[in-house]
């Protein structure tokens, strides 16, 4: 199975994959993660053949992005100078250096035992596993559904032209 022999199903996919980036982009903000919006903006949709199948796959390269999902109880190294700078990207201002300093110095110290910080629980609770509620509520909205009854209203379209003599075989997972 080649994916330029089936443009409806690698529209079906595609269709599907920005739905997916839309629901993972939607968890992000929810859960306060979008700081310098590099993790939110590096979801990418692949289509890929292997062994005569088509896989969707949502992609990152973004290095951090397991920590953000599944958290550290062991805590992560920063330094005063990032936690300034992601404080900076998150809009908060201080009233003069000396809270700027401790801010910085309280931030460093609560994330070298615990990834999640108190201020952050208060902001946000649900900090981890993004991916989980993203793709627990794209499922919940019924669009996989949509997407396999949209697939296989194109598989049938195709018949007689691209697919005759050919057995087809469709996963959903």
Sequence with gaps: MAKEDYPKI???LTRAGKFFRKALQDELEEQEHIASRTLYESFKIEINEFFGSLFLDIVSDVSYMNLVN???TDGVVVTEDRILEWATLKGITFSNSKDKERFAEAVVRQLASNYLTKGGEMVAPRRYNFIGYAFAKAEDSG???AIEDDI???IEAEIGTVFTGKVIQLTIA
């Design 10 to 12: 690698v529209q079906g």
């Design 70 to 72: 599944e958290g550290d």
């Design 143 to 145: 669009i996989i559904l």
């Design 152 to 154: 296989y209203k194109s």
